[in-house]
T-cell receptor, first 117, second 113 residues
């Protein structure tokens, strides 16, 4: 079974609009973390935002926020006021186990976001 | 600009040839990862190093792939012989420790003809 599911292969969004990228996850661990990365055409994976399973508040980083719904096992990325430079692939990833343990990231298949001018 | 250096950025080779990728992590980062990313998919971990030791290479196809980090700094990933299905982006990442944040390089894109 897929541990990380990103159901949107691609999205077109008008510049300046907000966009939500979906991510659902599957784990039996109580301690885990969820990441969002951006991958532009240059190839580099750029870290955007992190949410720990015990974090009570939704994570925010500038225009990025994570809509964490633990009971539904979803961790959607919200980008406010989208910009042309936001066009990229976006990946959701999960680490299982406590923060102070060795971990490996489990990756979703990604969503290709294109911002229209 | 990524601080994890990778080369070459692009490599085109014919099947059955040998190919090698190099990664120089951020200075002081003890943990180094090699990922393979097939087009349209998320990255897949190939090998994880802690200093010069392999921590996890369970997903590395050892019949044709090898990885080393002899002095615990830079690392080389080799494929011999290359097959058509090896066409992918090869990403290197590093972190201060196995529990730390990952920093990625820009990747090496391999095309096998």
């Amino acid at each position: 079974a897929q541990k990380i599911t990103q159901t949107q292969p691609g999205m077109f969004v008008q510049e300046k609009e907000a966009v939500t990228l979906d991510c659902t996850y599957d784990t039996s661990d109580q301690s885990y973390g969820l990441f969002w990365y951006k991958q532009p055409s240059s190839g580099e994976m750029i870290f955007l935002i992190y949410q720990g399973s015990y974090d009570e508040q939704n994570a925010t980083e500038g225009r990025y926020s994570l809509n964490f719904q633990k009971a539904r096992k979803s961790a959607n990325l919200v980008i406010s006021a989208s910009q042309l430079g936001d066009s990229a692939m976006y990946f959701c990833a999960m680490r299982e186990g406590p923060m102070d343990s060795n971990y490996q990231l489990i990756w979703g298949a990604g969503t290709k976001l294109i911002i229209k001018p | 600009e990524a601080e994890v250096a990778q080369s070459p950025r692009y490599k085109i080779t014919e099947k059955s040839q040998a190919v090698a990728f190099w990664c120089d992590p951020i200075s002081g980062h003890a943990t180094l990862y090699w990922y393979r990313q097939i087009l349209g998919q998320g990255p897949e971990l190939l090998v994880q190093f802690q200093d010069e030791s392999v921590v996890d290479d369970s997903q590395l196809p050892k019949d044709r792939f090898s990885a080393e980090r002899l002095k615990g700094v830079d690392s080389t990933l080799k494929i011999q012989p290359a097959e058509l299905g090896d066409s992918a982006m090869y990403l290197c990442a590093s972190s201060l420790s196995p529990t730390g944040e990952l920093f990625f390089g820009e990747g090496s894109r391999l095309t096998v003809l």
